[in-house]
């Protein structure tokens, strides 16, 4: 599907060539999906390839007693995300005692993370 989008760059804003993470994948509309990938899927295949995507790659929310209690079972002084590619990046999660900055572009789910 994506060498698909990525040949049809040029078809207006909804461009695929920044097509490279989920988020991006997900800000093209059915339509313009259906436009690229016909008659690879049906718009209702392209909806249900949304949500399957949305189910699968969205993290499993957790409460914040939840991630304390992960935190004090280990006792190593990080407090785990839950999203096992955050807390690789994190060298295992945030610092316990300490204050994290989320910082990037607009869209990228800074404020998504922050509540989950």
């Known amino acids: 599907i994506c060498m698909k989008l990525a040949k049809n ?3 207006g804003k909804e461009s695929s060539e920044s097509v490279t993470t989920v988020g991006s994948f997900l800000k093209i509309s059915c339509a313009t999906l259906v ?3 016909d008659p690879l899927l049906t718009y209702m295949e392209c909806i249900e390839l949304r949500s399957k995507i949305c189910v699968h790659c969205a993290p499993y929310p957790r409460s914040a007693m939840e991630l304390l209690q992960s935190w ?4 190593i002084g990080m407090l785990p995300t839950g ?3 955050l807390d690789d990046c994190l060298k295992g999660g ?3 005692g300490t204050v994290s900055e989320l910082v990037g ?3 990228v789910g ?3 993370l ?3």
């Open 94 to 96: 945030f610092r316990v």
């Open 83 to 85: 999203i096992n590619e």
């Open 114 to 116: 922050a509540m989950q």
């Open 105 to 107: 572009r607009s869209g």
């Open 110 to 112: 800074k404020t998504q």
């Open 35 to 37: 436009q690229v990938l």
């Open 9 to 11: 760059q040029n078809r």
């Open 72 to 75: 004090e079972s280990c006792r």
